[in-house]
């Protein structure tokens, strides 16, 4: 039942700025990693930033100082907060938690649907 629900992508230009939110809901028993990936046409998915449950960052080096990541465990949610965006973060941009359900299982990895952010120049 664990689902991921992005929103916040669009279309923006350059030097403008999105704030991309996820919320995981369901079964959830612990939520250790959540963060975002991306990937353009051609690409393979890569790693934009992660966060994890006890607040540790880590961020691509493309986005270091431009984007910021950070969650509500209560909430179970997750966010990037996207400043200065270049074309070059054009991508679709993809949800990711690491999800224990239950107390008594592995740990599994979540996906979002992903959302589409385009930035113009």
């Known amino acids: 039942q664990v689902q991921l629900v992005e929103s916040g992508g669009g279309l923006v230009q350059a030097g403008e700025s999105l704030r991309l939110s996820c919320a995981a809901s369901?079964?959830?028993?612990?939520?250790?990693?959540m963060g975002w990936y991306r990937q353009a046409p051609g690409n393979q998915r890569e790693l934009v930033a992660t966060?994890?449950?006890?607040?540790?960052?880590n961020y691509a080096d493309s986005v270091k100082g431009r984007f910021t990541i950070y969650r509500d465990n209560a909430n179970k949610a997750v966010y990037l907060r996207m400043s200065s965006l270049k074309p070059e973060d054009t991508a679709v941009y993809y949800c990711?938690?690491?999800?224990?359900?239950?107390?008594?299982?592995?740990?599994?990895?979540?996906w979002g649907q992903g959302t589409q952010v385009t930035v113009s120049s």
């Open positions: 369901g079964s959830i028993f612990s939520t250790d990693v």
């Open positions: 966060i994890t449950s006890g607040g540790t960052t």
């Open positions: 990711y938690a690491d999800i224990r359900q239950y107390s008594y299982v592995p740990r599994h990895e979540y």
